[in-house]
């Protein structure tokens, strides 16, 4: 069964440095998501894709975040000048259309220093 | 908004022990529900999903779900569970015109030789 495929499974990084996290949604998806989860919490959602560009993005997404779909298999999540809050599981999903089910990856813990 | 309530944080079950999770959701709109399920170590996995139609959902490994309107309800059950259904189980609801899903806090379903 294809598979939503995250990397790297666990990145560490000095607060105040830029990391990205990488996915490749199941081929034939064309909506692209990121949620995190902080330790403890709710997962929660933070931007949904289609179509080159950000469809919905939630409170949590400010101008430290971007996304990006730089060929056509990759999808990033750039965190910038990243802060001891930034620590969480962040969760790639994707579906083939917009009220379908989304297909979640395994996660990325991140961890800031 | 919506929002989901899973009411436990950890059920206790002694294994081939019938099993419910409990889910409520608010919504002003229709809604979309799901259930996810992550195994240690793992991502979020698709139990089952809600769109239309019979109230009365069937996922997969065993699992089934009704959708309660009046009482706003989407609770989990299982006749029967084993030793391999240890995991955490998060509720979720998504607006028909929503990109994003909301996620429950989880209920961690422990399973008791």
């Known amino acids: 069964e294809p598979e939503v495929t995250q990397t790297p499974s666990h990145q560490v990084t000095q607060m105040g440095q830029e990391v990205i996290l990488r996915c490749v949604p199941i081929?034939?998806?064309?909506?692209f998501y990121w949620y995190r989860q902080i330790l403890g919490q709710k997962v929660e959602f933070l931007v949904s894709?289609?179509?080159?560009?950000?469809?919905?993005k939630s409170e949590i997404f400010d101008d430290q975040f971007s996304v990006e779909r730089p060929d056509g298999s990759n999808f990033t999540l750039k965190i910038r000048s990243t802060k001891l809050e930034d620590s969480a599981m962040y969760f790639c999903?994707?579906?083939?259309?917009?009220?379908?089910?989304?297909?979640f990856g395994d996660g990325t813990r991140l961890s800031i220093l | 908004a919506q929002s989901v309530t899973q009411l436990d944080s950890q059920v206790p079950v002694f294994e081939e022990a019938p099993v419910e999770l409990r889910c409520n959701y608010s919504?002003?709109?229709?809604?979309?529900l799901f259930w996810y399920v992550q195994y240690p170590n793992q991502g979020l996995q698709l139990l089952l999903k809600?769109?239309?139609?019979?109230?009365l959902v069937k996922g997969i490994n065993g699992f089934e779900a009704e959708f309660n309107k009046s009482q706003t309800s989407f609770h989990l059950r299982k006749p029967s569970v084993h030793i391999s259904d240890t995991a955490e189980y998060f509720c979720?609801?998504?607006?028909?015109?929503?990109?994003?899903?909301?996620f429950g806090k989880g209920t961690r379903l422990h399973i008791l030789p």
């Open positions: 894709f289609y179509n080159n560009e950000i469809s919905e």
């Open positions: 919504s002003s709109v229709s809604v979309y």
């Open positions: 081929s034939n998806h064309l909506y």
């Open positions: 999903a994707s579906s083939s259309l917009k009220d379908q089910p989304q297909h």
């Open positions: 979720a609801v998504s607006a028909r015109s929503d990109d994003k899903i909301i």
């Open positions: 809600y769109l239309s139609g019979s109230t």
